[in-house]
């Protein structure tokens, strides 16, 4: 069972050292959680990580929500929580202080213009891990639906009920749920 300090220690190394928003955040969560923790398995991870897609507010914030309530109930969720939004409160209060001394900066410019393609891998990394085990079909239908958000702007709330709904149909027929 993982301790309520370990939990905060680890989402706050996660929320300090992650770049790039709450997608970057998902390999390194991922790698904490099951890879170097153990807390849950990664089947289970891939479920909360469906689940923290579908609630509203920050992919990162949620996954940890989700991550650190299944780990310890509420309290591991505060902890999460905490461990997240602490270092990133901290720096936006930071540049939000000092923010008119260093928007101007050619060197914080030129360190966030390289930070940019390891931000784009960040991203794309947890989504071609989530595709392992896929069936082809369903890596269709997932690259499918990015293509309608991309490119016809379809509200993605749309697309997910479409799926839970066109899920619930396959699974009546007595298909089942494919992974």
Same mark, same amino acid.
């Given at each position: ?61 949620? &996954? #940890?929500?989700? /991550? ?9 969720? @505060?902890? !999460?929580?905490?461990?997240?939004? %602490? ?57 499918? &639906? #990015?293509?309608? /958000? ?9 697309? @997910?009920? !479409?799926?839970?709904?066109?899920? %619930? ?11």
């Amino acid at each position: 069972m993982a301790r309520l300090g370990d939990i905060l220690l680890s989402f706050l190394k996660i929320g300090a050292f992650t770049f790039g928003g709450g997608y970057a955040m998902i390999p390194v969560i991922q790698h904490e959680v099951i890879t170097r923790r153990g807390w849950i398995a990664e089947q289970e991870f891939i479920d909360l990580l469906t689940l923290a897609q579908t609630a509203p507010g920050p992919i990162s914030l949620n &996954t #940890a929500v989700f /991550v650190g309530y299944k780990c310890r109930g509420f309290l591991g969720a @505060l902890m !999460a929580i905490l461990g997240v939004i %602490l270092p990133s409160f901290i720096v936006i209060l930071g540049v939000a202080i000092f923010f008119s001394e260093i928007r101007d900066n050619e060197w914080v410019d030129a360190a966030l213009r390289g930070m940019r393609p390891a931000v784009v891998a960040l991203i794309v990394a947890p989504i071609l891990g989530l595709t392992r085990g896929m069936h082809r079909t369903l890596i269709a239908v997932a690259s499918a &639906t #990015a293509l309608a /958000v991309w490119l016809f702007a379809i509200s993605p709330v749309w697309l @997910l009920v !479409a799926g839970a709904l066109l899920g %619930l149909l396959w699974a009546a027929r007595g298909k089942g749920v494919e992974r």
